[in-house]
């Protein structure tokens, strides 16, 4: 009988293909490398000098996502508006596919989007497997029970050539959260609240397993949602032992194993899971009954508070600062500040339940005039389902600008961006100073929040709302 | 990768903890599919006005931070996106080596791989650091140890593998290509397949 095992020991014994030694650091396999345009020229650029090809491309799946504009015109016109370089970069990754014999996920594949969306929604994010691609929100696929984390474009140089990575492996560090949600209270509030509990380098090091009755009655967009923000805790993988709720969604997409093979998958899938008496270097408990929705008031995503609750102090001099950028005071709520935009889109709230709930709040209400507000759809097939289910009409009538599938205002890099000083309600992941435009001010909260502010034209509380 | 073994240098202090790097190379100038030039942009909306001036009062610009090849940042380094280009930009810009009382796992392994130290200290020695800024600091890697003025030696922890490779200019994706046929041989036996 073997030790005990966390959910992270059982995925990475699996895929350790030499063992790592004081000297030298594990080769660990890669079943997944989802690839995008900004990360991976240079990377493609190494292969060539060296000769190389990819080694897998059956593994490998690449889209179009961080600078490809999101207005609702023609797409050459589209990659002009975002400037010269984002086109080049667009027009090279189409070279490279092409050249190294990969399948785009391009214009005109009706399955292009953000790369942590399509993964799960193609069903090839699957529990068990590791998965990489260059950007940090890559721990979104641990959601499912995968290993799944970023990397820098030297690494994706390094999985395209061999499909290994040389990995040291980490900690391990259990965030359990008991109880339940109230109402109003959603899992982007969850995960703020996790962040402001253990930092922004709380999870430095370390690999989190999600666990407790909150996580196991949340659905899968939900969980991707808590893996995803793992990043802003600092640690490059946040893991959700796979269950019935996982296999429901995974079942018949056009990706996850079929038939037989579905059969198989789901016996393997079922021993993903941390065993009675397995332990974690360190661990921390959250009761979810006692939160309320969340938002950020300073420049990282750890500087958060309950949407009624006053503002912090502190004399810390980064604190300060912080506080100085975002032109908020301490001891007020920040339900006082009035807002200029409103984003929901990104790889942590731009999948279909995230549309939905913004739909529902905003219907039959009108966006306040001093207000812009964006929805962006996490990929073009979350674009045609809500079309279909006519949100998109409901949120344009109230008054918001229903547009093209990708990253956006989360990145500020394809054209979507706050001027200095405006402040946006943002459904993504960073609050950081100039993230969204320089000198833009973020305020980072859940759907729910970021349409209730649009409403309202001030930061406000979604449970008047609904 | 050039080898990387010693190094000194005067110190350029950025004492704000949580350092991410949008702030280190802004995404906009991501836009870019080589790995040279960036350098100039680095710390860009730290360092520059609207109209492109620069901001006297940030520390790059002062005239003793000219050549400083050190960077003394506040704890946590680094976090946020994965990008490559902020090692990337700061090596162009002319550091060699980044210190601080932790670094963010992704800046710091990508830093290493490309010959940017990213060194981890105590936090006595931190503050030290960000208490004379432009002090006289020298790193050994081989001997993992920064001695400060010439005279105090504060040893450093670094993977042994990372060691190997600054001091060799070792390029891992060589190392990782000489395992084809453990990696071809795991792929054969392994129970399932992706």
């Known amino acids: 009988m073997s030790n005990p095992s966390t959910l992270f020991e059982k995925v990475w014994a699996d895929h350790v293909v030499v063992d790592e030694t004081p000297e030298t650091p594990a080769v660990l396999y890669i079943d997944l490398h989802i690839i995008h345009e900004v990360t991976t020229p240079q990377a493609f650029s190494v292969l060539r000098d060296n000769g190389l090809a990819v080694r897998r491309r059956d593994l490998t799946l690449p889209t179009l996502d961080h600078s490809t504009p999101t207005t609702p015109v023609s797409m050459f016109k589209d990659l002009l508006v975002a400037g010269e370089g984002a086109a080049n970069q667009v027009r090279q990754m189409q070279q490279n596919c092409e050249d190294f014999g990969l399948d785009l996920l391009g214009y005109g594949s009706g399955q ?344 309202a034209g001030y930061v406000a509380d979604p449970r008047t709302y609904s | 990768m050039k080898p990387v073994n010693k190094i000194r240098s005067k110190t350029v202090v950025l004492p704000t903890r949580d350092i991410d790097t949008d702030q280190i190379i802004s995404a906009r100038f991501l836009t870019t599919t080589t790995r040279e030039g960036l350098g100039k942009n680095v710390f860009h909306d730290l360092r520059y006005n609207a109209d492109g001036s620069e901001k006297p009062d940030f520390v790059l610009n002062k005239p003793e931070s000219k050549g400083c090849r050190i960077l003394i940042g506040g704890n946590n380094f680094g976090c946020g996106s994965s990008r490559e280009h902020a090692p990337w930009a700061l090596l162009d810009y002319g550091f060699e080596a980044v210190i601080s009382t932790e670094i963010a796992d992704i800046f710091r392994n990508n830093a290493l791989k490309n010959g940017l130290l990213a060194i981890v200290v105590d936090s006595d020695t931190h503050q030290w650091l960000l208490d004379n800024p432009g002090a006289d600091v020298a790193i050994d890697v081989a001997a993992a140890t920064i001695t400060l003025l010439g005279a105090k030696i504060i040893e450093f922890a670094i993977d042994g593998f990372a060691q190997h490779c600054l001091i060799e200019g070792i390029d891992q994706l060589g190392f990782l290509r000489q395992q084809t046929s453990t990696i071809e041989s795991y792929e054969e036996n392994r129970s399932w397949k992706p």
């Open chain 1, 112 to 455: 292009r989007g953000i790369v942590h969306v399509i993964g799960p929604e193609l069903g090839a994010t699957q529990p068990g497997k590791t998965i990489v691609c260059g950007d940090s929100h890559s721990s979104t696929h641990g959601a499912f029970g995968a290993l799944a984390f970023g990397i820098g474009t030297t690494e994706v140089g390094h999985v395209l050539a061999t499909q290994c990575l040389l990995q040291r492996k980490p900690k391990t560090l259990a965030v359990n959260v008991d109880g339940e949600l109230p109402e109003g209270v959603t899992a982007k509030d969850l995960i703020l609240a996790i962040i402001g509990k253990i930092g922004v380098n709380g999870g430095t090091g370390h690999v989190i397993e999600y666990r407790g009755a909150a996580i196991r009655a949340m659905d899968m967009e939900s969980r991707m949602t808590i893996c995803n923000m793992s990043i802003e805790g600092g640690a490059r993988a946040g893991m959700i032992a796979p269950d019935e709720t996982t296999f429901d969604y995974l079942r018949g997409r056009s990706r996850a194993p079929q038939g037989a093979a579905w059969d198989e998958a789901i016996e393997r899938w079922r021993l993903l899971r941390t065993d009675d008496g397995a332990s974690f270097d360190k661990s921390v408990t959250l009761d979810a009954s006692e939160l309320q929705p969340m938002v950020t008031f300073g420049t990282n995503p750890g500087m958060v508070v309950g949407i009624n609750d006053p503002i912090p102090d502190s004399s810390d001099a980064s604190f300060k600062k912080a506080l100085d950028y975002m032109q908020v005071e301490s001891g007020k709520p920040m339900t006082v500040n009035t807002v200029d935009i409103v984003f929901v889109g990104s790889c942590t709230n731009g999948r279909i339940s995230d549309i939905e709930e913004t739909a529902r709040i905003l219907q039959g209400r009108k966006v306040a005039d001093s207000v812009r507000m964006m929805v962006v759809p996490g990929s073009e097939q979350v674009k045609k389902e809500a079309e279909e289910r006519g949100l998109d009409r409901v949120i344009t009538a109230a008054g918001a600008e229903w547009r093209e599938a990708g990253c956006s205002m989360c990145i500020g890099m394809n054209g979507d961006i706050a001027q200095p000083g405006q402040l946006t309600v943002s459904t993504s992941n960073r609050n950081f100073e100039g993230r969204q435009g320089v000198g833009a001010r973020t305020v980072l909260a859940s759907p729910a929040t970021a349409a209730a502010s649009a409403i």
